[in-house]
């Protein structure tokens, strides 16, 4: 083919890569976080210099190997993480669907044709046969982006594609944080039907020391009857937990997405007490509000907003003219074998101009609608960062008297205990009755039983707090690349 041949196409081209340049997209500017510049409740140094949560490794947070291993196994197979997976995969194809919308589509074809008029149809006379081939090599109904529209919308649906991004992340974080509390409670749910065994046990025993004080004459019915509300009791407590205990195993193994082999499954709640025996490390406090902006969930939110501010240049160009191009070049024949043949080329060029004159107020309307999507966009980022402020605030709140709570609880644990063993030599010797052992052995059990819940919301506070900082995204700490790091908007641009 004559390469001059291909002169309309290339200048149709040419003029297409001169005229698009105008944006009407308004420039992107962040709003300010609206809350302080120190989290509530942090009696942190203000010039005090830590490691940011939101750079240590989840594994070097989590140290309890089995419970690494759960994350681990969570992180391979829990669905809804699959899923947030999925939907950057999707939001990626969408935004390369828009941005292809920003060159033209080159198509070739070629075809043939045939026809045969009868003598009695044919001005002639005679029957006519005819032929005709053609090839060609154009593009149709390519968009001049002239004031920015399908520019507008390529940078809208990157925003949205990258808060997709952001979400999985948020996922990750949050599955990470699940896993752990579902760890940690059926550790504590362990504990507490393991004290409800033993309570069964012991007052099993002493109500059949009170039967046999009653055989012999020496107890009354009055006593064989308190302790028999003692064991009902504490048979009551075994069953709930042992359902409970159940249900927390259940709850883990939908977390991780497949069944937890029994060697991983905690039998107790760790009592904390020395690095040691605690399957949480120590989180640095005293962090700044400013790295809130590293939570996933305020990142997404901030591309919501990008996305909705690009909207608003697509619904600004709708009010001028959209210019649109149709041009092919080729050669036609009515021979295939003169397809080629000098002469035989051909060429069409088609522009077409669309100028709004009167809509009804339609594209008045879709602007309104694009300016108030984002200052609704505007409001739900800066909810989003009161948020992500009052959940840090309440967890340092918490971690700052959670401490003392478990010294207090575990005081009053060692102080029942006394009182129990007290009550019962004062009543082996006569000089009480039953009704006041049961007193303090229900006053133990109940004290018992909430030391197991305080060591548990110590260990959960640590848990929430790692998750309210945005941390729980890499493996480890200072590692050089992210596991399944979420695209820069200079990555994803850069994608084909």
């Known amino acids: ?50 490691a940011p949560v939101a750079d240590l490794g989840w594994r070097d947070v989590f140290t309890d190997p089995s419970l690494q291993r759960v994350i681990e196994m969570s992180l391979a197979n829990n669905r809804d993480l699959r899923v947030a997976v999925l939907n950057i995969e999707k939001a990626r194809a ?7 919308a920003l060159f033209p589509t080159v198509n070739a074809s070629a075809g043939g044709s045939g026809s045969r008029t009868p003598a009695s149809l044919s001005s002639t ?52 944080a699940e896993v752990a509390t579902s760890y940690l409670t059926l550790a504590a749910d362990q504990d507490r039907l393991k004290l409800a065994r033993d309570t069964l046990q012991n007052q099993s025993d002493s109500y059949r020391l009170n039967q046999r004080s009653f055989e012999l004459g020496s ?23 042992t359902a409970q205990v159940a249900q927390d195993r259940n709850a883990l193994v939908l977390l991780v997405g497949a069944d937890v082999p029994d060697e991983l499954l905690p039998q107790a709640l760790p009592d904390g007490a020395t690095a040691a025996t605690n399957p949480l490390a120590a989180i ?11 939570r996933p969930d305020i990142l997404q939110a901030e591309r919501d907003l990008r996305a909705a501010n690009a909207y608003i240049g697509a ?33 069409s060029f088609a522009p077409q101009v669309t100028l709004p004159i009167f809509d009804g107020g339609a594209n008045r309307a879709n602007l309104k609608i694009a300016t108030v999507s984002r200052d609704i966009s505007v409001a739900q980022y800066e909810k989003a960062i009161q948020t992500a402020f009052r959940e840090v605030s309440d967890a340092l709140a918490q971690r700052n ?13 060692n102080a029942t205990a006394d ?52 941390g729980g995204w890499n493996e480890t700490t200072g590692a050089s690349v992210p596991v399944a790091a979420a695209p820069s908007e200079k990555s994803a641009r850069a994608t084909p």
Request: charge should be positive.
């Open 419 to 470: 009182s129990y063993r007290l009550s019962q030599a004062r009543f082996s010797r006569g000089v009480d009755s039953y009704l006041s052992v049961l007193d303090s052995q229900r006053s133990l059990y109940t004290a018992q039983q909430d030391l197991i819940g305080t060591r548990l919301s110590r260990f959960t506070n640590l848990v929430t707090f790692y998750k309210t900082l945005g």
């Open 315 to 347: 619904a600004r160009a709708a009010f001028y003219p959209r210019i649109s191009l149709t041009a092919s070049a080729g050669s036609s024949s009515s021979e295939l074998s003169g397809l080629f043949k000098g002469g035989s080329g051909s060429w």
């Open 125 to 176: 006379g005679e029957t006519l046969i005819a032929h005709q081939y053609s090839a060609s090599l154009g593009f149709s109904s390519y968009e001049i982006d002239l004031f920015g529209r399908v520019r507008s919308l390529s940078e809208q649906a990157l925003q949205q594609f990258l808060s997709t991004a952001e979400a999985r992340r948020s996922t990750q974080i949050s599955l990470v």
């Open 219 to 241: 107890a009354s019915a009055l006593t064989l009857s308190q302790a028999q509300t003692s064991v009902d009791s504490a048979r009551v407590d075994v069953e709930r937990y």
């Open 94 to 100: 969408q935004y390369r669907v828009q941005d292809a």
């Open 1 to 50: 083919m004559n390469p001059f041949r291909l002169a309309p196409l290339a200048a149709s081209l040419t003029i297409a890569a001169l005229m698009a340049g105008c944006s009407l997209m308004p420039a992107y500017q962040q709003p300010a976080a609206p809350v302080p510049g120190k989290f509530a409740g942090d009696t942190t140094d203000a010039g005090s210099t830590s």
């Open 401 to 413: 008297t959670l401490g003392r709570q478990l010294d207090a609880q575990q005081s009053l644990v």
């Open 284 to 294: 640095p406090p005293g962090l700044p509000s400013e790295l809130l902006q590293r």
